[in-house]
C-alpha cells in the first residue's frame, strides 16, 4: 500500500490547491474525518471547517465553507463552496464578520435567520483559526 494519496480541493473560481498527503482530516457534516492512503471509497457532504493534511512531518491547513468530497484509495477531490489558504485571509475582515454575525444573534424577531447567523460566526472562527497557522508559522520562522 502507498504511503501517500493526491488530492486537490477546486472551488468553482480556481483550484485552490492540488498536493500529496500522509493523512488528512476534513470537516463532514456529521463531524471530521481521517484520511489515510488506502481509505475505502466514499462521497460526503461538507461543512464549515478546517482541512488539515500531513506530508513529511509538516501540517497545512485550509478553511472550508460547504462542498463534497470523493476519497478514493489513491486520491480525494474536494468540490467546496469556499476554500482559503492561510495567507490568503484577511484578519481584518474575518473579525469584523464574526462581530457582525455575533450581533446579529443578539437580536429577536422574525428577521433573524438563526441558523444563518450561526454559520457566519462559524465561518468567521475557522477562517481566524487558520489564519493563525500562518502567523505562528511566520513567527518561528518557518
Known amino acids: 500500500m502507498a504511503d501517500t494519496f493526491e488530492f486537490e480541493i477546486v472551488t468553482p ?3 485552490v ?14 463531524g471530521y474525518l481521517g484520511i489515510l492512503p488506502g481509505h475505502a471509497p466514499l462521497i460526503t457532504e461538507l461543512s464549515i471547517g478546517e482541512i488539515s ?8 491547513y485550509l ?8 476519497v478514493l484509495p489513491d486520491k480525494v477531490t ?26 446579529r444573534l443578539q437580536t429577536s ?14 465561518r468567521a472562527e ?4 487558520v489564519a493563525s497557522h500562518a502567523t505562528s508559522k511566520a513567527a518561528v520562522g518557518h
Not at 109 to 122: H, I, M, S
Request: proline fraction near 4%; hydrophobic fraction near 40%; charged fraction near 35%.
Open 63 to 70: 478553511a472550508l465553507a460547504w462542498g463534497f468530497a470523493e
Open 126 to 129: 475557522v477562517r481566524l483559526q
Open 109 to 122: 424577531g422574525p428577521e433573524l435567520d438563526y441558523q444563518r447567523a450561526l454559520n457566519a460566526v462559524k
Open 53 to 60: 493534511y500531513t506530508l513529511r512531518g509538516e501540517t497545512k
Open 13 to 15: 473560481d480556481k483550484l
Open 17 to 30: 490547491v492540488k498536493d500529496v498527503a500522509e493523512q488528512m482530516q476534513i470537516p463532514g457534516k456529521n
Open 78 to 103: 474536494i468540490l467546496a463552496e469556499a476554500a482559503e489558504r492561510p495567507e490568503e485571509i484577511d484578519v481584518a475582515r474575518a473579525q469584523e464578520a464574526k462581530k457582525r454575525a455575533e450581533q
